[in-house]
């Protein structure tokens, strides 16, 4: 099987759940890292594939595709269709898409942004996304006391588009040690045969 090309850049969460989902589905691929800092992501060539210019991308054997959480559900509709990576009965599977939109909006304004912050230096309100983060982190808490998974009894991709922005929390500035249950999780998440990391940086003072 021809390697699906990952266009990506290595501190970003959101190409590291394309990676993830890769790795646990063990498909071939292969990593293109994007010099976005001299504009490597606004090139010509690449806004064929990214019309928007962002990370990640995929290129497989000619079919591009751009948005991280479309590619979850591409990746397992094409390679693992029928799996229950995405289940087909129509509740798990609302569940599931409530937790892409999670992934989507209150993980990305919280840990994410506050990483992005401190990571990347972004001109972002990082106290706000901090307090977002908290606010989130309460509410997962409590839906995973009673339960190993996000949305099913099983893990799904709505595990693996939340891994990495709340996994690399602490590189924002938001502490994890309140939340005994979110780290249980990540921990499972981790066991998973075939688990990669993504690329870590300096932890900043918690807030």
Known sequence: ??????????????????????????LPYETIDLDMANGAHKAP???KISPFGLVPAIDDRGYTLADSNAILVYLVQTYAK???????????AADVQRWLTVAADNIFSGPCAARLVKVFGAPLDHEGAVGKAHD??????????????????????????????????PEGGVDLAPYPNIRAWLGRIEAEPKFVGMATSPIPELA
Not at 3 to 26: Q, T
Not at 82 to 92: Q, R, Y
Request: aromatic fraction near 10%.
């Open 45 to 47: 060539d690449y806004l």
């Open 136 to 169: 989130l982190f309460k509410m997962m808490e409590v839906h995973l006391a009673d339960r190993q998974w996000l949305a099913t009894d099983t893990i799904t991709i709505a595990d693996v588009a939340g891994y990495s922005y709340i996994a690399h929390a």
């Open 82 to 92: 029928g799996s229950t990576w995405m289940p087909e009965d129509p509740k798990a």
């Open 1 to 26: 099987m021809t390697p699906i090309k990952l266009y990506r850049n290595p501190k970003s969460g959101h190409c590291h759940r394309v990676e993830l989902m890769l790795a646990l589905l063990d």
